[in-house]
């Protein structure tokens, strides 16, 4: 009740850089930072799946892990760089790559692309049909943390304070 929130969306280096810069308090991105005038606190993660809308032409229901680089590729930032370049080696490059995943949502609506995008965000098109999940075999493709970033000190202040208390309530 004694808090006021904007919710600004972006990418992690323009959140943290307006983090640094005092125009917002707290950040929430998937990339850690290890700075000792914030804290960094892992507040979850979601499971990154490979999704296709579900009149996508391509009846493809399981794919080997080293298969994923021979579909038409939606790409996003979400994977690691590290799982990026184990399941995208030079020279692929994608077709499609957008910078903010949820730009890849509709257009995968209707098409024969997939894109390899975080549960939580494809949940509802999963669940009411309109997407499709690929199994993927062999590997596991690793999970994406969430952080939330917030100087050390802001902690005390009673507005954020009471943010963070309320938000992590068991």
Do not use: W
Not at 104 to 113: E, Q, R, T, V, Y
Not at 127 to 145: C, D, L, M, Y
Request: net charge negative; with cysteine.
């Amino acid at each position: 009740p004694n808090c006021s929130i904007t919710v600004r969306f972006g990418h992690t280096s323009q959140l943290l850089n307006n983090l640094m810069k005092a125009s917002i308090d707290i950040a929430f991105t998937h990339r850690p930072i290890d700075y000792s005038d914030y804290i960094c606190r892992n507040v979850g993660h979601d499971d990154i799946v490979l999704v296709a809308d579900s009149q996508n032409n391509n009846d493809i229901n399981e794919i080997a892990y080293g298969d994923i680089k021979e579909l038409p590729i939606i790409d996003t930032n979400f994977l690691y760089t590290p799982t990026r370049r184990k399941l995208f080696q030079p020279p692929h490059q994608s077709q499609i790559t957008v910078d903010i995943a949820s730009s890849a949502i509709p257009l995968l609506k209707g098409s024969n692309f997939f894109a390899l995008l975080p549960f939580n965000l494809v949940r509802g098109q999963l669940k009411s049909g309109a997407f499709r999940e690929i199994k993927i075999t062999g590997e596991r493709i690793p999970p994406v943390n969430h952080y939330m970033i917030y100087s050390k000190s802001l902690e005390v202040e009673p507005g954020v304070h009471e943010f963070i208390t309320t938000l992590f309530k068991e």
